[in-house]
């Protein structure tokens, strides 16, 4: 009985999310949360001349919607652009990824872009297209679990399942493992941060052309789902929060961070999006595993 009150009570309230979410964008991003959109482009955006080296963007978000992370994240990604000389695209259309258009970019950023937000065709061409020496940057939601369906992806990009995250926005610390690497060479050892921590079923330290850059320190918070009824324990132990990983001849760069706009205004944080890009980018000049 009690099992069915509470399926009661969660019909009831995505319901009332439904009806609401025509009203207001942050109970619309909680109610796609719950009920995630299957709408997918089939006729591709139409882009500009790219100077070469090129970077997609693409934010699309057929579940939960970061209203204020997004367009942040993007602002700060054209900013490096622009300073570094790179061209940029962002779009929020899935038939982007397409085999004739994919090679005018050398990097593609998943910008929390979420619930599952491309199709067969679309998936079937960025694998090719980053195990034939793209590089990609998945960004916070990116790593979440509306991608779960994708199975390659979650297996040979990620390397992990998502299973939940602290409740709320928590300061925390994490060790910077790779001081040298370009995207953490403006991080101190030990870097204090606020956002939505991700945790993992596993760490995917070890994994072969798996390289963990920075690690959470789990305890500088507390690493636990406290909602309602339930209360999970989410700790990791070891617990990679940046992570790189060599996806045939292509590289991906995973970062869990980046919940808030507030992210993307602090300089460690853009320096890191930064970083991470120049190495993508860089991914034919050098080796995949430097």
């Known amino acids: 009985m009690r099992f069915l009150r509470i399926v009661a009570w969660c019909a009831v309230a995505v319901v009332v999310l439904g009806t609401a979410a025509s009203f207001h964008p942050m109970v ?19 882009i500009p001349a790219l100077s070469d080296p090129a970077v997609l963007v693409f934010s699309k978000t057929n579940g939960f919607r970061h209203a204020g992370a997004i367009p942040a994240g993007v602002a ?3 900013a490096s652009a622009k300073r ?5 695209f962002h779009t929020e259309n899935g038939a982007v990824f397409d085999a004739g258009t994919l090679p005018r970019f050398r990097a593609v950023v998943w910008l929390n ?21 793209g590089g990609f940057v998945g960004v916070h939601a990116a790593l979440d679990d509306s991608h779960a369906s994708w199975e390659w ?25 790779r001081p040298d690497h370009v995207a953490c060479r403006n991080l101190d050892s030990n870097w204090s941060r606020v956002d939505e921590w991700y945790s993992f079923d596993r760490s995917v330290r070890g994994d072969p052309g798996v390289e963990v850059l920075a690690s959470l320190d789990e305890s500088t918070y507390e690493p636990r789902l406290k909602l309602l009824w339930l209360d999970q324990d989410l700790a990791m132990g070891d617990h990679p929060i940046i ?12 970062t869990a961070m980046g919940h808030s706009a507030e992210s993307y205004r602090e300089p460690q944080y853009r320096a890191v999006l930064e970083g991470a890009l120049e190495w993508v980018i860089n991914s034919g000049d050098e080796p995949a595993g430097d």
């Open 153 to 177: 992806y979650v297996q040979n990009v990620i390397g992990a399942r998502f299973i939940g995250h602290a409740m709320g926005l928590l300061p925390a610390t994490i060790s910077v493992e």
């Open 84 to 88: 570094r000389g790179w061209s940029l």
């Open 113 to 133: 872009a979420s619930g599952a937000p491309v199709n067969a065709i679309q998936r079937e061409a960025l694998r090719s297209w980053l195990e034939s020496g």
């Open 76 to 78: 700060a990604l054209e």
């Open 28 to 46: 619309r991003s909680v109610y796609r949360a719950f009920r995630p959109s299957t709408s997918y482009d089939t006729r591709p955006p139409e």
């Open 243 to 254: 992570w790189t990983r060599n996806v045939g001849k292509g590289r991906a760069f995973l």
